[in-house]
């Protein structure tokens, strides 16, 4: 079985400030991994993901997520925020099997 | 690519009818669709597993004959919500699999629910 456990519910942050959502995972298989966004009323986007290779993965926006195998983890990080970043995030983990599990949700709210 | 359209965004019926939600997959094929649920504030919960040409492997706790899933093709998947009441509210996201992708999901828009 797999687990998701993103250990901050809220962030609150002004706008410019750097940010790290955190995500923590359990597994006894392989998994990948993989962060969404979703904006209020509407499904979610794929912002990141961790297949293999590097374990530095990085987003077109200016997000990052680093891959940390020992302690399975895979943190998200933005070295400056802007408002339109406000929404709620959602680390996943995906099994070979091709079954997802989700963390509980980060709500990030970026304040002028 | 990749686009999951979802179909309706938003429906509003009387309690006892049955809704029917609609998940297309544009310029892919998905031999995999999933069925998500989502409460306010909440993560998303895993309904069913949806393979093309199969039954529907629903998760623990969900009922079939209340939550009906049809993959006819490799571009379509139907959630049915029989005779649907207000506990059935809810956001609905439907998601595919790209057909010999790498386990990447991609996700429609979602439905929002509401049961009178």
Redesign the interface.
């Known amino acids: 079985a797999q687990s998701v456990t993103q250990l901050d519910s809220q962030v609150p942050v002004f706008e410019e400030a750097p940010v790290e959502l955190r995500c923590n995972y359990s597994s006894s298989v392989s998994v990948?991994l993989?962060w969404?966004v979703q904006y209020p009323?509407?499904?979610?986007?794929?912002l990141l993901?961790y297949?293999s290779g590097s374990t530095l993965v990085k987003s077109i926006n200016g997000f990052e997520a680093e891959f940390n195998k020992s302690q399975t983890s895979f943190h998200l990080r933005k070295p400056s925020v802007h408002i339109s970043d406000t929404a709620e995030y959602?680390c996943a983990v995906?099994?070979?099997a091709?079954?997802?599990t989700?963390?509980?949700?980060t709500t990030l709210t970026v304040k002028p | 690519g990749a686009v999951v359209s979802q179909h309706p965004s938003r429906v509003i019926c009387k309690s006892g009818t049955s809704v029917k939600i609609e998940c297309r997959s544009l310029d892919f094929q998905a031999t995999t669709m999933f069925w998500y649920r989502q409460f306010p504030k909440q993560s998303l919960m895993l309904m069913a597993t949806s393979n093309e040409g199969s039954k529907a492997t629903y998760e623990q706790g969900v009922e079939k004959d209340k939550f009906l899933i049809n993959h006819a093709s490799l571009t379509l998947s139907t959630l049915t919500v029989t005779s649907a009441h207000p506990e059935d509210s809810s956001f609905y996201i439907c998601s595919a699999r790209l057909r010999g992708g790498k386990n990447i999901q991609y996700f429609g828009a979602g439905t929002r629910l509401s049961v009178l």
Do not use: I
Request: hydrophobic share 25%; net charge positive; glycine share 18%.
């Open positions: 990948y993989f969404y009323n509407q499904g979610l986007q794929l993901k297949l959602f995906t099994t070979n091709g079954k997802s989700f963390g509980d949700g």
